[in-house]
T-cell receptor, first 112, second 114 residues
């Protein structure tokens, strides 16, 4: 994949700030995307998803934006908390919901 | 939600030995499971698709004789790292799709080859 060999970018925020995490995807034909949160030593956890017929979707404290023109996704976390500290990945869903192409990922650190 | 369990959570083995990692779907059946590898501070890379009752499908660049996958039942897939070397040290993660629109991941297995 495109991120092989690259180390993850980092984002540091203060507790209570809003966080924006960005992701570029590669396949213009992809029609379903998921954001995952991965805590140290654990598998990824589903946060929110979006289909290509939408450009915005909101969840609890999180919003995903999709810009198909430039193949870009963003995850916005409102009122970031220390428990949000983790690595965040976007993923393109392939032929099965379990077959995913992960983006580069971003390490989010929230300072109290 | 559905539960996927991996075992062991971590393993240390000597170079040249083989290690088996199990991935179980605890409350659903999975005809297909997926194995990923993740090096420190890097993203997850799909290694192979495990198909119940048939051969696994490997991604380009993944050695099928090195990473043996067996999906003998609808709830269990195993990944065996054969003749492990230090460069195989990594975090191995499986996922399964219970066919209701979401993949579930195991907790991962940290392999260290010394």
């Amino acid at each position: 994949g495109e991120s092989v060999g690259l180390h993850l970018p980092t984002l540091s925020v203060q507790e209570g700030d809003n966080s924006i995490i960005n992701c570029a995807y590669s396949n213009s034909a992809s029609d379903y995307f998921i954001w995952y949160k991965q805590e140290s030593g654990k598998g990824p956890q589903f946060i929110i998803d979006i289909r290509s017929n939408m450009d915005k979707r909101q969840g609890q404290r999180v919003t995903v934006l999709l810009n198909k023109t430039v193949k870009h996704l963003s995850l916005q976390i409102a009122a970031t908390q220390p428990g949000d500290s983790a690595v965040y990945f976007c993923a393109e869903v392939g032929t099965s919901y379990g077959k995913l192409t992960f983006g580069q990922g971003t390490i989010l650190t929230v300072h109290p | 939600g559905a539960v996927v369990s991996q075992h062991p959570s971590w393993v240390i083995c000597k170079s040249g030995t083989s290690v088996k990692i199990e991935c179980r779907s605890l409350d659903f059946q999975a005809t297909t499971m997926f194995w990923y590898r993740q090096f420190p501070k890097q993203s997850l890379m799909l290694m192979a698709t495990s198909n119940e009752g048939s051969k696994a499908t490997y991604e380009q660049g993944v050695e099928k004789d090195k990473f043996l996958i067996n999906h003998a039942s609808l709830t269990l897939s195993t990944l065996t790292v054969t003749s492990a070397h230090p460069e195989d040290s990594s975090f191995y993660i499986c996922s399964a799709d219970p066919d209701f629109g979401e993949a579930f991941f195991g907790q991962g297995t940290r392999l260290t080859v010394v």
